[in-house]
């Protein structure tokens, strides 16, 4: 897999599922990131590392459009996004979760997935309500097993736990097919054994959907990416596979603490 990977990252822009280049953000004189270029083949599972104010979530920002880059170009499987609206951006088949959870809390598990489906169909502003045969509801139910969320189907959100939560917001990201997801710390604040249901979660992930993961638990991060990128002071740093980068004496210094075993 990782050769295929770095093969298909050396290849031509239709190659690509997603390619920055050069991409930048200022806030005034604030300089969030510096020159970012990354290629990401289609199916491709990155991990994107580093410490708070390395830029990591201004660069999942960038890439969904919630803010657009000062300078630089974004591709989504070839097509420019760069100027496009967040909606737009969805339409295409990307998708993102957020380090604080944005739940319905007084709805049911179900129902929320439901909702995110319709959401991003043809008929999401029919006012008929779903019929037994209702594909939307047919895929909330398929999305709810691959989160592991069957037996909580009728709870509502605000009684799930954090780690349930965080299954839920990772469901609510695959509704409407998506072709790739930005998770953005899906493992903060999750037990031991929540990480390991998380890890489970997004190996199993169907392989066409690639995703990048911003994650400070690196075991977590390591154990669902291919290939990691590391950010320090808004610029990319270094870049390898998972071994790599976890053997790097100068990131086991800067990130580990260099007792990272």
């Given at each position: 897999?990782?050769?295929?990977?770095?093969?298909?990252?050396?290849?031509?822009?239709?190659?690509?599922a997603?390619?920055?280049?050069?991409?930048a953000?200022h806030f005034g004189?604030?300089?969030?990131?510096?020159?970012?270029?990354?290629?990401?083949?289609?199916?491709?599972?990155?991990?994107?590392?580093?410490?708070?104010?390395?830029?990591?979530?201004?660069?999942?920002?960038?890439?969904?459009?919630?803010?657009?880059?000062?300078?630089?170009?974004?591709?989504f499987?070839?097509?420019d996004?760069?100027?496009?609206?967040?909606?737009?951006?969805?339409?295409?088949g990307?998708?993102?979760?957020?380090?604080?959870?944005?739940?319905?809390?007084?709805?049911?598990?179900?129902?929320?997935?439901?909702?995110a489906?319709?959401?991003?169909?043809?008929?999401?502003?029919?006012?008929?309500?779903?019929?037994?045969?209702?594909p939307?509801?047919?895929?909330?139910?398929?999305?709810?097993?691959?989160?592991?969320?069957?037996?909580d189907?009728?709870?509502?959100?605000?009684?799930?736990?954090?780690?349930?939560?965080r299954?839920?917001?990772?469901?609510?990201?695959?509704?409407?097919?998506?072709?790739?997801?930005?998770?953005?710390?899906p493992?903060?604040?999750?037990s031991?054994?929540?990480?390991?249901d998380?890890?489970?979660?997004?190996?199993?992930l169907?392989?066409?959907?690639?995703?990048?993961i911003?994650?400070?638990?690196?075991?977590?991060?390591?154990?669902?990416?291919?290939?990691?990128?590391?950010?320090?002071?808004?610029?990319?740093?270094k870049?390898?596979?998972?071994?790599?980068?976890?053997?790097d004496?100068?990131?086991?210094?800067?990130?580990?603490?260099g007792?990272?075993?």
């Amino acid at each position: 897999m990782e050769h295929n990977v770095a093969a298909s990252r050396l290849q031509g822009t239709g190659a690509h599922a997603l390619e920055l280049d050069g991409v930048a953000r200022h806030f005034g004189a604030l300089v969030a990131l510096t020159g970012i270029t990354m290629r990401i083949a289609p199916g491709e599972r990155r991990a994107v590392l580093g410490s708070n104010g390395a830029g990591k979530t201004t660069l999942f920002n960038a890439v969904t459009g919630d803010f657009l880059p000062t300078a630089g170009r974004i591709r989504f499987f070839g097509e420019d996004i760069t100027a496009l609206a967040p909606h737009e951006r969805i339409r295409r088949g990307l998708r993102r979760t957020y380090q604080i959870s944005q739940l319905f809390t007084n709805l049911s598990v179900l129902d929320s997935i439901y909702l995110a489906c319709r959401g991003v169909s043809r008929r999401r502003f029919s006012l008929l309500r779903p019929s037994l045969s209702d594909p939307n509801m047919a895929q909330a139910e398929s999305i709810m097993h691959v989160v592991h969320l069957d037996a909580d189907r009728d709870k509502l959100v605000g009684t799930l736990s954090h780690g349930q939560q965080r299954q839920l917001e990772i469901a609510l990201a695959l509704a409407g097919a998506p072709r790739f997801i930005l998770f953005d710390e899906p493992a903060a604040g999750l037990s031991p054994t929540e990480r390991r249901d998380l890890v489970a979660i997004l190996n199993a992930l169907p392989k066409y959907i690639g995703y990048i993961i911003i994650e400070h638990d690196l075991d977590v991060a390591l154990r669902v990416s291919e290939y990691v990128s590391m950010m320090h002071n808004g610029r990319l740093f270094k870049e390898g596979t998972p071994e790599e980068i976890e053997n790097d004496p100068m990131v086991q210094e800067i990130y580990l603490g260099g007792g990272h075993g």
